[in-house]
């Protein structure tokens, strides 16, 4: 008897503890754009003493971000393009592009995982993020801004929170009760007329095109929302100008209406401050029926474009009608990506099989390539998917090696829209052949080159050269010349060219 007492005395203190056995449970989940991603199993998203901590590497990732260890300074460094953050161990303070940045949490290390405020992530990484207390789970939704005509199919998306750390908020997508434009806490928001901010001095819609005017560039945060159909276009770091009230009414709690006639699709417009941190206005295009849309951003106007049908860019013939492939070697230059246990550079490596896969695909006569680079140089994220996309290419891949714990091993291949599924279903089961390492599948991942391309597009990972058997087969040369031709063997299946 004496033994039971203690053993339920010991449950009620282990769950009195702050963090303990929530942060690690088993049912704890991280969604990102809808898709759930794989997580630590020790060291899970969770409640811990009232935040939201998530595992930041499982998130930067899934986004492309370049992230690094330094296990003497507690430091995580993580890089996108010129983009730079770094967080330190039981430090409130994190360092963004130079500048000190408050954290509501400090990062804690749970075995070899970094654990950071959900809020940092939603804020620094441009995500809108939310907690289900329910289920344990958070959702994050990386919305496409405002890019030039860039068509971004919507799905639904969660608005920023705007209270604390642990706020709980329904796991179907929701905005803001009753106006659905208004502050999250109910409460009346002033408009505060800093000089800092781009004022926003009007609003018109016609010929389904809602123009938004400003008094300088915005880049705009669009998305769309379900049940019922809207599009919301946040645009952060704004105010109403002080004559926008001449053209459109404001009420006592800055929220209006824009009537619209002649277009059945659309019920009304609405706009509002929604946002005092940062200062946030919210337009929301009410519709009738779902719509697709296309934002472009020209000097102090920003469009937003609505369509019946996703836009299809023209695609011009190649001459003799042959396949256009950009074949992408990736990280390099300043850039070393992962390092191996044998001192091998992922850069180097993506280098020698993407030079290899260029050799391959030059002997084919239906097809043309461009390579992102042919040596040591660092073309940024943003450069890869520009020069596909201005070429309009036929076939976009990225070539990488992977890194994670010691016993992490296999190849993957990743995609982020579905036109690309086919393609890195087929790519992927060429490569496994010929690497010969265990089959993580070919899954979706949300990645800036995958996913801001026009084209079908696919980041290999052949291997893990943090694992010391992987890695000793993905250095010798007589693998890399299989991978590049399992890689060309896979282009040409879906090509339909063999």
């Known amino acids: 008897m004496k033994k039971l007492g203690f053993l339920l005395l010991l449950v009620v203190f282990m769950w009195a503890l702050p963090g303990t056995g929530q942060a690690s449970a088993a049912s704890n989940s991280i969604f990102l754009d809808g898709q759930e991603l794989e997580q630590p199993s020790g060291a899970q998203a969770g409640l811990v003493n009232g935040s939201v ?59 070899d995982t970094t654990l950071v405020p959900l809020r940092f992530v939603g804020e620094q990484m441009g995500l809108q993020v939310s907690w289900d207390n329910d289920t344990k789970s958070a959702h994050l939704y990386s919305s496409s801004s405002g890019s030039d005509s860039g068509v971004v199919n919507g799905g639904a998306s969660t608005p920023p929170a705007n209270e604390g ?29 800093s000089t800092n901010l781009a004022t926003i001095s009007g609003l018109s819609f ?34 109403f100008a002080d004559q926008f009230e001449d053209a459109l009414p404001l009420d006592a709690t800055n929220q209006g209406q824009l009537t619209v006639e002649g277009y059945p699709e659309v019920a009304q417009i609405r706009y509002s401050l929604f946002s005092n941190d940062p200062s946030t206005i919210r ?26 049908e996703p836009t299809v860019p023209f695609i011009p013939a190649r001459p003799d009608g042959k396949s256009l492939i950009v074949i992408d070697a990736g990280h390099g230059g300043k850039d070393p990506g992962a390092t191996s246990i044998s001192g091998v550079l992922e850069k180097d490596f993506n280098l020698a099989i993407a030079l290899r896969v260029d050799e391959l695909l030059k002997q084919e006569q239906d097809i043309i390539t461009v390579m992102t680079r ?8 943003d450069e890869r998917v520009k020069i596909a996309n201005e070429l309009q290419a036929d076939i976009f891949i990225s070539i990488h090696a992977n890194s994670g714990s010691a016993t992490a091993s296999g190849t993957e291949t990743l995609y982020t829209r579905d036109a690309s599924i086919t393609l890195a279903d087929t790519v992927h089961r ?24 026009t084209m079908p597009a696919v980041l290999l990972e052949a291997g893990f050269l943090s694992n010391p058997q992987d890695d000793a087969v993905l250095k010798d040369p007589a693998v890399q010349d299989r991978i590049a031709a399992g890689i060309v063997a896979g282009i040409k299946e879906y090509l339909g060219l063999q």
């Open 53 to 111: 901590m998530v595992p930041i590497r499982v998130i930067s990732e899934g986004l492309g971000y370049e992230v690094g260890w330094e296990k003497q300074t507690g430091t995580v460094a993580i890089k996108q393009g010129d983009r730079s953050l770094q967080l330190f161990i039981d430090n409130g303070k994190a360092i963004v592009d130079g500048n000190d940045v408050a954290l509501s949490a400090a990062p804690l290390l749970k075995g």
């Open 165 to 193: 750390e642990a706020e709980v908020v329904p796991e179907q997508p929701v905005e803001q009760p009753d106006a659905n434009v208004s502050s999250g806490s109910g409460t009346t928001i002033t408009n505060n007329p």
């Open 206 to 239: 016609s010929d389904n095109r809602l123009m938004i005017s400003t008094d300088r560039a915005v880049e705009p945060n669009v998305f769309k929302m379900s049940g019922p159909e809207r599009v919301v276009i946040d645009v952060p770091n704004a105010r």
């Open 283 to 308: 337009i929301v295009i009410d519709l009738n029926e779902s719509r697709e849309f296309v934002v472009t951003n020209e000097n102090s106007f920003t469009f937003i474009d609505l369509t019946l």
């Open 374 to 381: 042919s040596d040591d140089t660092y073309p940024t994220l």
């Open 430 to 453: 060429h490569v496994i052949e010929a690497a010969g390492l265990k089959d993580r599948k070919a899954k979706h991942q949300n990645l800036k080159v995958t996913r801001e391309t």
